[in-house]
């Protein structure tokens, strides 16, 4: 073949290849998935190797803010279990455990699709809507911190909430793991104490609750207890049918009856007995069965 013919043969084939093809496709962003998933190049978390003076890390300033554009529907499934997003955050008090996430979720999506930030004061909740902030108190050792909550999780039936690294840090459950704490939620618009009154999508009015407050409540609160469990996934089941019906608080409470651990449904608190007797009345009519009066 001659010189020409074949340098016209290159050309042809150079041709042939800039025609067919073509720029790579553009890498879509990264979706919020279910923590644990593939997704994640970790797997078991950890604590931070570097690790900042939380003392110095500033709280949170609870301020009024629109619901997230994601993390709010309602009702969602998470292995196979469904959870309804409160309609409300204000009045929310419970008691519950804590546990908290690092490295291995740092820097990606959150479920209102904010990027996790380990070394700030945020959290994980199932049922709050999203953004909430809340005051969380070791009941352990009384250290407290302001959390906005911006994440789903802990689906964890036996937990209350994931905080940040960071929160549980200033909290002092970094090194067990978990740790019993009461989250209250603060209302952006009155960071003090305060009465508040619920209210049924229906539109009848609920029992007032005590709000969220600066400092541990008082002993004598005010509780129903509509049932007791030895599986904490059944305990779940029954706290996910009350949210999804009323507004008011629901906690489980962990504990044990001659050394078999127990799950304990609580509802409250509430901000007085008249209040309580109305909710255990409501109850009653909605097929719950007669609700034991209790108090921490």
């Not at 150079?14 to 997704?39: F, I, K, N, Y």
């Not at 008082?218 to 129903?224: G, N, R, S």
Request: overall charge neutral.
């Amino acid at each position: 073949m001659s010189r020409s013919a074949i340098a016209a043969s290159a050309l042809t084939l150079c041709l042939l290849a800039a025609c067919t093809s073509r720029p790579p496709e553009p890498t879509p962003p990264a979706q919020p998935v279910t923590p644990g998933s593939d997704r994640y190049s970790q797997e078991h978390d950890t604590a931070p190797d570097k690790r900042p003076d939380v003392s110095l890390i500033p709280q949170p300033e609870p301020r009024p803010e629109p619901r997230s554009r994601y993390g709010n529907h309602s009702p969602y499934t998470v292995f196979g279990e469904t959870y309804h997003v409160m309609e409300s955050a204000e009045g929310y008090v419970a008691e519950g455990i804590a546990s908290w996430y690092g490295t291995k979720f740092h820097g990606h999506r959150t479920s209102s699709g904010e990027p996790y930030d380990m070394y700030q004061f945020t959290a994980a909740h199932r049922y709050l809507p999203l953004p909430t902030f809340a005051r969380v108190t070791s009941l352990e050792n009384g250290k407290s911190v302001i959390v906005r909550i911006n994440d789903r999780g802990p689906f964890h039936p036996d937990r209350e909430i994931d905080l940040s690294w960071a929160a549980a840090s200033k909290l002092g459950i970094e090194q067990a793991g978990t740790g019993r704490v009461r989250v209250e939620v603060i209302t952006p618009e009155n960071n003090r104490p305060q009465q508040a009154s619920a209210t049924r999508a229906g539109g009848s009015n609920q029992p007032a609750m005590r709000a969220a407050a600066s400092s541990p409540p008082p002993p004598a609160e005010l509780y129903l207890q509509i049932g007791a469990f030895q599986q904490s996934a059944t305990a779940q089941q029954l706290v996910n049918r009350l949210l999804g019906e009323f507004s008011w608080p629901v906690a489980i409470r962990p504990g044990n009856i001659q050394g078999n651990p127990t799950y304990r449904v609580w509802v409250g608190p509430f901000a007085t007995e008249n209040a309580r007797e109305q909710a255990h009345g409501q109850l009653n009519g909605a097929g719950y069965g007669e609700a034991m009066r209790v108090m921490p």
